[in-house]
């Protein structure tokens, strides 16, 4: 038996767990914020070229090209046509085995994606290659144990402490620039997301 018998299948399973989940709120006032941010500091500039891995139905891309920055995203599912439809450049790829060449991207938005992933470090290795020396990785997950009970969700598959991804961030070559929490309530009580600022470590050429 090889790996692909093993792994094709496993990966078939996890793609039947993908389901779509329209914009809502926080989601909606923390990606204007956040994105809103990152221009306004200069952090990602129009001409940078920005990767949306997990970009769903297109709620961060459209936020990217209010400021005129043609981001490219990346999904699973009927969300990427939705999304082509809206006039996005979008590819329907796995965000673990991104079809890009090394360095192509400035910066990555990656927020609530890497719950999603069967290995968020195999998927931050990934990450590491495409971008360039010095470049930008923004990651937001949930926190465990809320009252929402991410870790429940049926394609939640790694919903960690904040030490624990900081550690990952670490061994996939990222220095944590800033970290925070967005803590707000929910009809279900409170609850918790991390968010980090990532940035590539920089490598001589």
Request: glycine share 6%; charged share 20%.
């Amino acid at each position: 038996m090889t790996t692909s018998d093993t792994l094709d299948p496993f990966l078939a399973q996890m793609r039947a767990d993908i389901y779509p989940e329209p914009p809502s709120e926080p989601h909606l006032t923390i990606t204007h914020q956040m994105i809103a941010k990152f221009v306004e500091t200069g952090l990602i500039a129009p001409h940078h070229r920005v990767l949306d891995v997990g970009c769903g139905s297109g709620l961060a891309l459209e936020e990217f090209a209010r400021h005129r920055i043609q981001a490219i995203g990346v999904t699973l599912g009927p969300e990427a046509a939705a999304c082509r439809e809206k006039g996005f450049d979008c590819r329907e790829m796995d965000v673990s085995f991104l079809e890009f060449p090394h360095q192509s991207f400035h910066a990555i938005w990656c927020r609530h994606t890497l719950e999603h992933s069967f290995s968020p470090l195999f998927t931050l290795y990934g990450f590491e290659k495409i971008l360039i020396s010095g470049g930008l990785l923004y990651v937001e997950v949930p926190a465990p144990d809320t009252a929402c009970h991410h870790e429940k969700n049926p394609n939640h598959y790694y919903v960690m402490g904040k030490s624990m991804w900081e550690s990952l961030f670490e061994k996939t070559g990222f220095i944590v620039e800033w970290s925070g929490d967005f803590a707000f309530d929910t009809r279900m009580g409170p609850d918790l997301y991390w968010s980090f600022v990532l940035r590539k470590k920089s490598t001589s050429s």
